[in-house]
């Protein structure tokens, strides 16, 4: 699986507000990765706030919403499946690069947990559910809160 090699993060989130921002699209898949995420935060210590939006389409935008207005980080959840059009790369495209510029544009991080499928087991195979091999939610909250940490860290000038 992907997940192979994945580092172990283990951090203290206090003091730190994070929002979850999550697509309303396959409705079981996201709340598993919406589960993940809400666990590892709440084991961390981090205020949460959770947004649900249409789509991944619609992450970017609400994710800079949230963090122009006081969130640390932001841990993007979204799932996209591949049809028989092109609106699969359309939308993948849109919200990858949407949600790095966001982050590049705000000096904040956003945890990327946006899933982008063949089938719909692929996603219920990385979204944390009972039997998933991966659990990406959690993933994409453990690299918001590492990041939120390293850039808190780093001295002024």
């Known amino acids: 699986m992907s997940g192979d090699g994945a580092p172990e993060i283990t951090t203290d989130g206090t003091g730190l507000k994070v929002t979850i ?3 309303r699209w396959h409705e079981k898949i996201a709340d598993g990765l919406i589960a993940g995420a809400r666990r590892v935060l709440e084991a961390a210590g981090a205020e949460i706030t959770e947004i649900r939006v249409p ?11 949230a963090l122009v207005n006081g969130a640390n980080a932001v841990v993007a959840l979204g799932v996209i499946i591949r ?18 510029r966001v982050a590049i544009e705000t000096g904040k991080p ?12 692929q996603g219920l195979d990385r979204a944390g559910l009972p039997g998933s091999s991966e659990d990406k939610g959690a993933e994409a909250a453990s690299a918001a809160l590492a990041t939120a940490l390293i850039i808190r860290s780093i001295p002024t000038r």
């Not at 789509?55 to 919403?65: H, I, M, T, W, Y």
């Not at 059009?85 to 919200?95: Q, S």
């Open 21 to 23: 921002v999550a697509g």
């Open 55 to 65: 789509g991944s389409f619609e992450l970017p935008v609400v994710s800079k919403a």
């Open 83 to 100: 049809g028989g059009t092109p609106h699969f790369e359309f939308v993948a495209d849109a919200a990858t690069s949407g949600l790095t």
């Open 110 to 121: 956003i945890g990327f947990g946006v899933l982008t499928l063949e089938d719909e087991q």
